[in-house]
Nanobody, 119 residues
């Protein structure tokens, strides 16, 4: 069984930065991670979960328009981790951030980490 564990959330002032990390562990985690697209999603109170950024197994990236130029997603296949560097944070970036692994037969969520941006 594969587990995703997020870390790095917290409280930050508007304009500040945070770096989130997601570690994939468990049975065949290395094979699963290297073949999965890894994504970061967020859910604000009262809103639906939305895609923030995704990185494919080949390293291609895609971002929500609202975070382009401010956020950067990266992956380390040797460590089975995917990071989200968040700069110039805004109050509207507040929410629970979830890591996701997606591949054929694989669709796994982490438990989420809270990000709160104070204005």
């Amino acid at each position: 069984q594969v587990q995703l564990v997020e870390s790095g959330g917290g409280l930050v002032q508007a304009g500040g930065s945070l770096r989130l990390s997601c570690k994939v562990s468990g049975t065949m985690s290395g094979t699963i991670f290297s073949t999965s697209s890894m994504g970061w999603y967020r859910q604000a109170p009262g809103k639906q979960r939305e895609l923030v950024a995704v990185i494919t197994s080949g390293g291609s990236t895609n971002y929500a328009d609202s975070v382009k130029g401010r956020f950067a997603i990266s992956r380390d296949n040797a460590k089975n981790t995917v990071d989200l560097q968040m700069n110039s944070l805004k109050s509207e970036d507040t929410g629970v951030y979830y890591c996701n692994a997606r591949a054929i037969g694989i669709f796994v969520w982490g438990q989420g980490t809270q990000v709160t941006v104070s204005s």
